[in-house]
């Protein structure tokens, strides 16, 4: 699912990325959140770094499943 237009670009240039953690191999990801929703930052010798996110930084729509299951739970 891709929420609008910013994060449309932002995963054409791969600074969003929606994969599974345990998929990541070019990098670390540096928080533990359940999501599959991901900021990719700039490489240091040859590794990524990864920030899980919760919601879209440009329209704000909530994206990790994490949440989705907070949301079923209610
Ligand atoms: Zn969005």
Same mark, same amino acid.
């Given at each position: 699912m891709i929420c609008c237009e910013g994060m449309e670009n932002a995963m054409n240039? !791969?600074?969003m @990325?929606?994969? !599974?953690?345990y998929k990541v191999r070019?990098?670390? @990801? %540096?928080n533990d =959140?359940?999501?599959?929703?991901?900021?990719?930052?700039?490489?240091?010798?040859g590794v990524f770094?990864? @920030?899980? =996110?919760?919601?879209c930084p440009f329209c704000g729509k909530p994206l990790s499943?994490? %949440?989705?299951f907070a949301e079923k739970k209610k």
């Open positions: 240039y !791969e600074i @990325v929606k994969t !599974e953690k070019d990098g670390r @990801v %540096l =959140i359940e999501t599959e929703y991901f900021i990719r930052s700039g490489e240091e010798s770094n990864y @920030v899980g =996110i919760n919601f499943r994490g %949440l989705w």
